[in-house]
């Protein structure tokens, strides 16, 4: 074993934020780090408006060295968000992730992923969202239908085998993150797909050994800060993509 990996912590999620004052559940987040000892979380303010930052900095405050906080002057998007918050965590853990400030997502489904990429030793670990017997995913029939063909246009485009590129629970391992997160993104909301592009770009093409995993719950939430007109971009922001990323 490395021994510098051996005074590495293990997992930390950033969680990007902006005017999140109203939805985020920052009890549920404080019980979740202090019984799970493996995982630290590290909350972006991405700019907000409203009273986030202050909230932001009262969590972090409550779990010191567990909790971090990190405040972006300018509101740059979730992309330069997460960016942000896993360069600025990454040379001090094993492996980093994130997930949306909304628990969509449960923080349990954070930890059954963080501990699936730890035993596999696999680069990367993202989640899905599939229906299936058994399982709690709570989502319109709207977004699961242009999710599905979301999801064909981009297997079509990059020949990516991924059936939910856009789930917003992912974890990395950290020598993987600092190379994948090091440049900005094309897209504020489509950064998702860039990266498992740019672990095709890495030498041995670690994407081969990315695992994708069928969560066992999660939950649609409203106030999206996605806008409905953004769906008219989608076809040039994937145009972009393409463009910078196509195979030789």
Not at 42 to 48: L, N, R
Request: aromatic content about 10%.
């Amino acid at each position: 074993m490395n021994p510098r990996a051996m005074t590495l912590k293990r997992n930390c999620i950033i969680v990007p934020c902006y005017n999140e004052a109203r939805r985020l559940d920052p009890t549920t987040f404080l019980s979740f780090i202090r019984r799970e000892a493996s995982i630290d979380a590290c909350f972006v303010d991405d700019g907000s408006t409203d009273e986030t930052p202050d909230l932001l900095r009262l969590l972090s405050d409550q779990a010191p060295g567990r909790i971090r906080f990190l405040h972006l002057e300018r509101n740059s998007g979730k992309a330069e968000a997460v960016r942000a918050g896993i360069l600025h965590v990454v040379n001090d853990y094993n492996a980093v992730g994130f997930m949306d400030a909304d628990l969509a997502t449960p923080l349990e489904e954070m930890s059954r992923l963080a501990e699936t990429r730890e035993r596999e030793d696999a680069p990367a670990i993202i989640g899905s969202r599939v229906r299936r017997l058994g399982v709690h995913i709570d989502r319109t029939v709207f977004r699961h239908y242009t999710g599905r063909f979301f999801a064909t246009v981009v297997s079509l485009l990059f020949r990516l085998n991924a059936y939910d590129t856009q789930c917003g629970a992912k974890i990395f391992d950290a020598r993987v993150a600092r190379e994948i997160f090091r440049d900005p993104f094309l897209s504020k909301w489509l950064f998702d797909v860039e990266l498992l592009l740019r672990l095709r770009q890495l030498p041995g093409d670690p994407l081969q050994r990315v695992q994708e995993i069928p969560l066992q719950a999660w939950h649609e939430r409203a106030g999206s800060k996605i806008k409905p007109s953004y769906i008219f971009r989608v076809p040039l922001e994937l145009y972009k993509i393409q463009k910078k990323y196509r195979r030789i």
